[in-house]
């Protein structure tokens, strides 16, 4: 798959959260996540606020109104390799 291809499927189609992680199901049905710790208005957030979520940027992030943080797949999975370095 080139760059270009991945890019286009990663667009956002859920969120969801466990104690330690945030997690977006894709359009194309994988998942992908990342630490609560690398995101600390998420991390403080209550599961309300966390629950508060719009796409934005047709499906590619997604916004939290309440504690203003916005988060791309492509940035969570950025992150990701970057950790791993």
């Given at each position: 798959m080139d760059t270009a291809t991945l890019l286009r499927s990663l667009k956002v189609n859920s969120v969801w959260f466990d104690t330690e992680k945030v997690y977006?199901?894709?359009t194309d049905g994988r998942t992908i996540g990342s630490p609560l710790s690398w995101f600390p208005r998420l991390k403080k957030a209550s599961d309300s606020q966390r629950q508060n979520w719009r796409l934005i940027?047709?499906?590619?992030?997604?916004?939290?109104?309440?504690?203003?943080?916005?988060?791309?797949a492509e940035g969570m999975l950025l992150y990701n390799l970057q950790s791993q370095s």
């Open positions: 977006f199901d894709l940027a047709g499906g590619y992030g997604v916004h939290w109104e309440e504690i203003d943080e916005d988060l791309s």
